[in-house]
């Protein structure tokens, strides 16, 4: 099964600043999802990127692919103390022979993301 | 979207005890999942549940530790059973409405002591 490794690890800002996280996986997929979690609860989703796409915005967020390098990376823009969170990555690679996706997400290890006021 | 609520929110239990948790979802669903999130670490997808089928469990994973009840469209049950400390995590379920979009409930705190 691919696993997704995330960097960094840890991340600390300032607020008004830009925040990086990457993401990289083994195997190949269908999309990509960014996913932030707040202190332990539940996931919201931030951003679905397709393996045919390169670049996707969505409003301070920006998500980039390279399915050759089997790479993601997020940018948020002009952080703000409220985007403390964890921020996770998540591939979506499994196809039946229809090419249906199941829908069953791989998950990264996560950028917990600190950003002081 | 979809609104997902689970029950209970957290709960602390006594190993070797089973504690069921249900996920509701607003509207009808084919496809939910559920996932363990270990103290510190990310997602593992524990089964797939559809209804009117059998779970489908990922390695690692068996029906006898985490039975999994789907009886209609909009509910379903994970069971943690014979507990152990180290099933202390968050469960949560989650449901896919397209190809590419799933939604997660706010998952349930277990620990065992």
Known sequence: ???????????????GENATMNCSYKTSINNLQWYRQNS??????????????????????RVTLDTSKKSSSLLITASRAADTASY??????????GGTSYGKLTFGQGTILTVHP | S?????????????????LTIQCQVDSQVTMMFWYRQQPGQSLTLIATANQ????????????DKFPISRPNLTFSTLTVSNMSPEDSSIYLCSVSLTLY?????PGTRLTVT
């Open chain 1, 88 to 97: 996770f990555c998540a591939t979506d690679g499994r196809r039946n022979a």
């Open chain 2, 2 to 18: 979809a609104v997902i609520s689970q029950k209970p929110s957290r709960d602390i239990c006594q190993r070797g005890t089973s």
């Open chain 2, 52 to 63: 009117g089928s059998e779970a489908t469990y990922e390695s690692g994973f068996v029906i």
């Open chain 1, 40 to 61: 332990g609860r539940g996931l919201v989703h931030l951003i679905l990127i397709r393996s045919n796409e390169r670049e996707k915005h969505s409003g301070r967020l």
């Open chain 2, 101 to 105: 979009e799933q939604y997660f409930g």
């Open chain 1, 1 to 15: 099964s691919q696993q997704g490794e995330e960097d960094p690890q840890a991340l600390s800002i300032q607020e």
